[in-house]
């Protein structure tokens, strides 16, 4: 039987973080992921999503609390067991973060040839020329560098290079700041369709696009001043009557 | 006594204003060094550890060695020349032109040979290492390694060390070797020296540990400018600008500390010929 801490892919138990010992940036975050769900974090600037964030990944050390992710908890993880427990993760990060040096496709393959060193060069094109398949991504940029493709492409490549491992967590590093609208709504597009064509990972976006976060999200949380304000459905949101959820709700949406 | 107090308070306050920099600085200065060596205890357990980066190593000697051969070749034998025509100005003095090639020897094999390629390289490859780490910081590259279950500095850092440590000898027999040519260029054709009387002083003189001592001192200068380097791109932050600080104090403090441990590996080296019974 499942049990409860089952059900969930990632728990934030009153975790607390200070950096210099005196200001807490997370004031006691308690937080539960759903396996298999669409989570968006929302807040605002400086209200600790990145922190949080840094949390699950286990870059970070909470000060106090617990982080469990795929029911491992990472305060007792060592820096090497660590380092190891990361392969469940796949980020696309807010600048893709592609190795400039490399190609699109070796930018994929990179994660492959760092952790399936059983399979040849040719297994590892074929895994990352289909996760490129999977992004939408034109073959013919597949040997440039990212600095000759769009933004956009850039994104694609990212999120494939995410997949590559083909991850049980899906994590989205503010996807969508500093695009334009038409490349935000084709970001928004690819994550949903990513996390619909696979079922059972669980997918986890850091944003300030309200748009996204409650269009396409299963889950929203709302973080304010280190601390989670509020979490659940979008329907939970629009029905809120704290003040700082209907500021939010009420100027981030364009309907 | 409160006019004494007073005196006292303003006396202790200017000590305060005078004093409290200089321990901040010092205290600053003690603590870089101690995260410096600390980031090198980390690099150095991860320089064998699995996997195995022999690719990331021939691609860093191939950018710190092969890349600055042209470099080293010309400034070397323009060292060779300038040199061995101030030496011997100064011999002709003395009527003691024939040691021109000697002492020119003696000072590029021990000192000018791995002191200058330690600056041309941390200069050249040592900035484009905190460079190119700074900017793999500044644009999350390096979040994504470690997210991707990557070791950062086995990945980074170590292949990097290697690289320069293998490097720098290299780089400095080459110097030794070209700088001697420039020397021996003078000497011969442009001032008029014997060229059996410059080369035979030479072999009697300088020793193949005179070589040795200088391909020592590379190699630490080697793994000690590319761990202030990489420490500084490692750490970087703050943007673009953060980067041109990495490149920056990476260049200098690599710089200054290549003269400065020269000076005492040199005594060391000494001590231990004392203690060997080498004369």
């Known amino acids: ?255 | 006594m409160s006019q004494v107090h007073v005196i006292v308070q303003k006396i202790s306050d200017k000590f305060d204003l005078v004093v409290n920099p200089i321990i901040s600085a010092i205290k600053g200065f003690v603590q870089e060094v101690g995260y410096i060596a600390l980031f090198a205890g980390q690099s150095v357990r991860l320089l064998f550890a699995k996997p195995n980066r022999y690719g990331e190593i021939i691609k860093h000697m191939e950018f710190i060695g092969n890349q600055s051969v042209g470099i080293i070749t010309l400034t070397s034998i323009f060292t060779g020349l300038a040199l061995s025509f101030q030496v011997y100005l100064g011999f002709k003095l003395v009527n003691a032109t024939d040691l021109v090639g000697p002492t020119v020897a003696l000072g590029i094999s021990r000192e000018l040979g791995p002191v200058l390629t330690g600056l041309i390289v941390s200069a050249r490859a040592g900035g484009a290492m905190a460079a190119r780490l700074g900017t793999m910081r500044v644009n999350e590259q390096m979040d994504a390694l470690d997210v991707m279950g990557i070791n950062t500095k086995q990945y980074l850092i170590a292949p990097r060390i290697i690289a320069a440590v293998i490097c720098m000898p290299l780089l400095t027999a080459l110097f030794d070797f070209m700088a001697m040519f420039g020397s021996w260029f003078l000497c011969t054709k442009l001032v008029g020296l014997d060229h059996a009387v410059f080369m035979s002083k030479i072999s009697n003189t300088v020793e193949i540990r005179h070589i040795n001592e200088g391909l020592f001192k590379a190699a630490i200068f080697g793994f000690m400018f590319a761990v202030i380097c990489c420490y500084k791109g490692f750490n970087t932050t703050g943007g673009a600008k953060g980067v041109g600080e990495a490149t920056n104090g990476g260049v200098v403090v690599s710089m200054v500390s290549i003269i400065i441990l020269d000076y005492f590996i040199m005594n060391l080296i000494r001590i231990y010929y004392l203690i060997a019974g080498i004369a």
């Open chain 1, 1 to 255: 039987m499942e049990s409860n801490e089952q059900k969930y892919a990632v728990i934030l138990d009153d975790v607390k973080k200070t950096f210099d010992g005196k200001e807490f940036v997370l004031k006691g975050v308690d937080l539960k992921i759903p396996r298999g769900s669409l989570t968006s974090i929302i807040g605002f600037s400086g209200t600790g999503k990145s922190v949080v964030l840094k949390h699950m990944l286990g870059l970070y050390r909470p000060t106090s609390g617990r982080v469990l992710v795929l029911d491992k908890e990472l305060t007792t993880l060592d820096d090497d067991a660590l380092t190891a427990f990361r392969c469940n993760y796949g980020v696309l990060f807010q600048s893709a973060a592609l190795f400039d040096d490399l190609t699109v496709l070796e930018n994929v393959c990179f994660p492959l040839e760092e952790h399936r060193r059983q399979l040849t060069k040719a297994q590892i094109e074929a895994i990352a020329l289909e996760k490129l398949k999977m992004v939408g991504l034109d073959p013919k940029h597949n040997h440039k560098l990212p600095s000759q493709i769009s933004g956009g492409m850039q994104k694609r490549t990212g999120l494939a290079r995410a997949l590559a491992l083909d991850p049980e967590i899906l994590i989205y590093d503010e996807p969508t700041t500093g695009l334009d609208p038409i490349l935000t709504e084709m970001v928004d597009n690819l994550i949903l369709e990513t996390h619909r064509a696979r079922p059972g990972t669980t997918s986890i976006m850091v944003s300030h696009d309200l748009n996204a976060a409650f269009g396409i999200a299963d889950f929203v949380v709302m973080l304010d001043a280190g601390k989670v304000l509020l979490s659940g459905t979008a329907e939970d949101f629009y029905k809120s009557d704290l003040e700082l959820v209907r500021r939010f709700v009420d100027k981030g949406i364009k309907h």
